[in-house]
């Protein structure tokens, strides 16, 4: 973490900017990653009820003996749970299996139009007032859906969406960024499959670094927040050495270039 940049949340608040995500990590492979990850420096972890690996997000923290205060948590509540009492029960329980008695993040993990935007957000600012959780944000955002949640007047910092190479989202990071809208990049590597692009093989190259360093690092440069995901432990400790690597104006331009707008995360509940 000595040397970590991170991003300004609020006053007070900050968010280091390279994270270890968590998803599809299940079990001891979460157990285990998540402490290789704390190990290696990291502290920032991103985790989501519907991951199914509170438990194992937690008891990785505790087994660590780092202190709590010294790792950023982010969480995501599911979409059927947006209205006021689920959600509130929802975090209770998610204390409970995070075995900490506060978040540092809380996301909507995606929009759902059935469900008042308002009143999930206010629910939210009576949890931020409560302790419960330190900020607030939303996953899987479009620009209406951000101009929607602004209107309330809650403050929202940060909107997790999927940004890799081939789906750059210039537009919406441009928007979100301009509202002071921290945003992160999920699924970095586009699945894994944006590593054969041989442009980036290229680049890498040059550097004497991986591909997937390469891509870590040209999203670094957009001042978002990256959270890459990886269950070999040799890959957790490489994407953390992304830190390391500072790509030249040319070669962030190479890889703008890449921007296909295709989108891999499509699920059937998608407002986009
Ligand atoms: P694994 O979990 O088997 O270690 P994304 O973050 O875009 O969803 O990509 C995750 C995928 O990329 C996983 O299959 C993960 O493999 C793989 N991956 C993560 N880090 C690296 C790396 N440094 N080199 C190659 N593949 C990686």
Not at 56 to 82: H, M, N, P, Q, Y
Request: charged residues 25%.
């Amino acid at each position: 973490m000595r040397g970590m940049k991170t991003l300004k949340l609020e006053e007070n608040i900050y968010i280091p900017q390279l994270g270890f995500g968590t998803w599809e990590l299940l079990g001891d492979d979460c157990v285990n990653g998540v402490k290789k990850a704390l190990e290696v420096d990291y502290r920032h972890i991103d985790t989501a009820d519907a991951y199914g690996n509170h438990k194992e997000v937690g008891k990785a923290i505790r087994e660590s003996g780092i202190d709590r205060k010294e790792i950023f948590l982010t969480t995501k509540v599911w979409t059927t749970a947006l209205h006021e009492q689920p959600l509130k029960n929802s975090i209770q329980r998610f204390l409970e299996e995070l075995d900490t008695s506060y978040i540092d993040l809380l996301l909507i993990h995606w929009p759902n139009k059935e469900i008042p935007l308002e009143e999930t957000l206010k629910a939210m600012h009576d949890l931020k007032s409560e302790g419960l959780i330190r900020s607030i944000g939303v996953s899987n955002f479009t620009q209406k859906h951000i101009e929607k949640a602004l209107k309330t007047g809650i403050n929202i910092v940060n909107n997790q969406v999927e940004i890799h190479p081939t789906f750059a989202q210039f537009e919406l990071v441009e928007y979100c960024q301009s509202k002071n809208i921290t945003v992160t990049a999920y699924s970095p590597l586009g699945r894994g499959a944006d590593l054969e692009i041989p442009e980036v093989q290229q680049i890498a190259k040059k550097y004497s670094a991986s591909e997937a360093q390469i891509i870590i690092a040209w999203l670094l440069s957009r001042n978002l927040i990256v959270i890459p995901k990886a269950t070999n432990p040799q890959r957790i400790e490489e994407n953390y050495q992304s830190l390391e690597i500072k790509l030249s104006d040319k070669d962030i331009e190479k890889i703008n270039s890449l921007d296909k707008k295709e989108r891999l995360i499509v699920p059937a509940w998608n407002e986009f």
